[in-house]
């Protein structure tokens, strides 16, 4: 009986670890036209990113002006490993926010947010990002899964030794 428990806790390790495959790696952002952090004298009329790999459809363009409004956008045109969308003209000053979400070729989506800075045109009053969120936020579902399957594998690894504990005890 006990080779049985170990053979059939080694096989669910097998196939916990056959079925967490690696993952293809998703697309990167490695540029933008703004770059991120830019400050420019007026804003611009395209928004242009960059990825390590190519990317598909669909991807969305999204920009925020100081006062939080939505700045209207052409539908985002990815070509390859880039994006681009052209943007209405606007006069406002202070920090704008680029969001973006684009399909990495191995079919996830990624998703981000960076800025420039426009110094001319009118005041308005700026609002906060509400972009900006936390590493820990953004990945709380992977790190609920990874906890859980290291609990199931501990358990696994562990109940022979229950077993056996409760058989020499009896």
């Known amino acids: 009986m006990r080779n049985f428990s170990l053979r059939a806790t080694g096989l669910a390790i097998l196939i916990a670890m056959l079925w967490a495959v690696p993952a293809s790696a998703h697309a990167v952002l490695v540029g933008t036209n703004p770059r991120d952090g830019a400050s420019l004298a007026t804003a611009p009329h395209t928004i242009t990113l960059t990825f390590n790999e190519n990317i598909g459809t669909p991807a969305f363009i999204a920009v ?29 000053r202070g920090r704008y926010a680029i969001s973006y979400r684009v399909v990495s070729a191995d079919g996830h989506p990624v998703e981000g947010t960076f800025h420039y800075t426009v110094t001319t045109g009118k005041t308005v009053k700026q609002v906060a990002d509400s ?10 579902g992977h790190f609920f899964w990874g906890i859980l399957a290291a609990a199931v594998a501990i358990a696994l690894l562990l109940a022979p030794l229950r077993r056996r504990d409760d058989a020499h005890d009896a």
Request: avoid cysteine.
């Open 131 to 140: 972009a900006g969120t936390s590493f820990v936020h953004r990945h709380s």
């Open 64 to 92: 925020q002006s100081p006062d939080g409004k939505k700045v209207t956008t052409s539908k985002a045109t990815p070509v390859d490993h880039k994006i681009s969308a052209t943007v209405a003209d606007v006069d406002k």
